[in-house]
């Protein structure tokens, strides 16, 4: 069973920058897709974006298309979420998560289809 660790949160201001890693141990990151969700107190848990495993595409909300990143780094079995420009709403828990599928524009956002999740890092976005 894949085991994923996230890091990297903080208090950061309005405009500032984090990046979150999220390790993952147990088996090859190639072998997963992995997605980044948040949740915020008192909401839902929403996506935020996704790396295919099998190719090069990538997925973001609308919400933080040209503000956020995601990049993978196969050899440190690493995924990253480069956060720049980050405002209040941005606060939240940050978790990622493993599909051992490739999703599609529709579908990449389904937490259903996730199997495993980490614990989540703290991003916390204020003056």
């Known amino acids: 069973q894949v085991q994923l660790v996230e890091s990297g949160g903080g208090l950061v201001r309005p405009g500032g920058s984090l990046r979150l890693s999220c390790g993952v141990s147990?088996?090859?990151?190639?072998?997963?897709?992995i997605g980044w969700f948040r949740q915020a107190p008192g909401k839902e848990r929403e996506a935020v974006s996704c790396?295919?495993?099998?190719?090069?595409?990538?997925y973001y909300a609308d919400s933080v298309k040209g503000r956020f990143t995601i990049s993978r780094d196969n050899a440190k079995n690493t995924v990253y979420l480069q956060m720049n420009l980050l405002q209040p709403e941005d606060t939240a828990v940050y978790y990622c998560?493993?599909?051992?599928?490739?999703?599609?524009?529709?579908?990449?956002?389904?937490?259903?289809?996730?199997?495993?999740w980490g614990q989540g890092t703290q991003v916390s976005v204020s003056s």
């Open positions: 790396s295919r495993r099998s190719d090069t595409i990538t």
């Open positions: 998560a493993a599909a051992k599928v490739d999703p599609n524009g529709n579908s990449w956002y389904w937490k259903d289809l996730y199997d495993d």
């Open positions: 147990g088996r090859t990151l190639d072998y997963y897709t």
